[in-house]
Antibody, heavy 119, light 110 residues
Framework: EVQLLESGGGLVQPGGSLRLSCAAS????????MSWVRQVPGKGLEWVSS????????YYADSVKGRFTISRDNSKNTLYLQMNSLRVEDTAIFYC????????????WGQGTLVTVSS | QSALTQPASVSGSPGQSITISCTGT?????????VSWYQQHPGKAPKLMIS???NRPSGVSNRFSASKSGNTASLTISGLQAEDEADYFC??????????FGGGTKLTVL
């Protein structure tokens, strides 16, 4: 069974930084691209970033480009999202998700971690 | 890249069928057969219901079906059940390289 467990969320001031982690199990981690998708509570979903299975290629939404960095450690089956220069509008639940890079969908999702950016 | 357009809400009685539309542009839905649909119950993570326009993953009820015509995709749920009450989101790959989502549709089973 695929399991994705996010951690690292919390309260941070505008301009601050936070690193999210996603521990994966139940599948061969380096066989899958991975993504972060966020959701303002009660609102819609927004794709944030994706990374290929090897980690060699990364992709970002325009709203986070230059501020967020996605990475992975395949030896630890863990996905990361380094978030810098955080803004109030980054407040959201951040989900880690498997990503089918060729056919562009998300087969499995974690339960999410809440990031709150507020002074 | 603008979000895909979905109706804010739809409703139906148990046993009935409903359809949720998802309208995009020639740069997203119209450009690729990479439309997917997700179900989300309150406080839960999204769950994949349909991939690649009309492929149903193992374990998803065959009461869920989907299609695409031009720049609009549709999700149909037949034989509505109380457990189907949830938010539904469509998604499409776009020529910009981004994956974009619809704003979500709240399904109420009356």
């Amino acid at each position: 069974e695929v399991q994705l467990l996010e951690s690292g969320g919390g309260l941070v001031q505008p301009g601050g930084s936070l690193r999210l982690s996603c521990a994966a199990s139940g599948f061969t981690f380096n066989d899958y691209a991975m993504s972060w998708v966020r959701q303002v509570p009660g609102k819609g979903l927004e794709w944030v970033s994706s990374i290929t299975g090897s980690g060699g290629n990364t992709y970002y939404a325009d709203s986070v480009k230059g501020r967020f960095t996605i990475s992975r450690d395949n030896s630890k089956n863990t996905l990361y999202l380094q978030m810098n220069s955080l803004r109030v509008e980054d407040t959201a639940i951040f989900y880690c998700a498997q990503y089918m890079g060729i056919t562009k969908y998300f087969p499995s999702w974690g339960q999410g971690t809440l990031v709150t950016v507020s002074s | 890249q603008s979000a895909l357009t979905q109706p804010a809400s739809v409703s139906g009685s148990p046993g009935q069928s409903i359809t949720i539309s998802c309208t995009g542009t020639s740069s997203d839905i119209g450009a690729y057969n990479y439309v997917s649909w997700y179900q989300q119950h309150p406080g839960k993570a999204p769950k994949l219901m349909i991939s690649e326009v009309n492929n149903r993953p193992s374990g998803v009820s065959n009461r869920f079906s989907a299609s695409k015509s031009g720049n609009t995709a549709s999700l149909t749920i037949s034989g509505l059940q109380a457990e189907d009450e949830a938010d539904y989101f469509c998604s499409s790959y776009a020529t910009s390289g981004a994956v974009i989502f619809g704003g979500g549709t709240k399904l109420t089973v009356l």
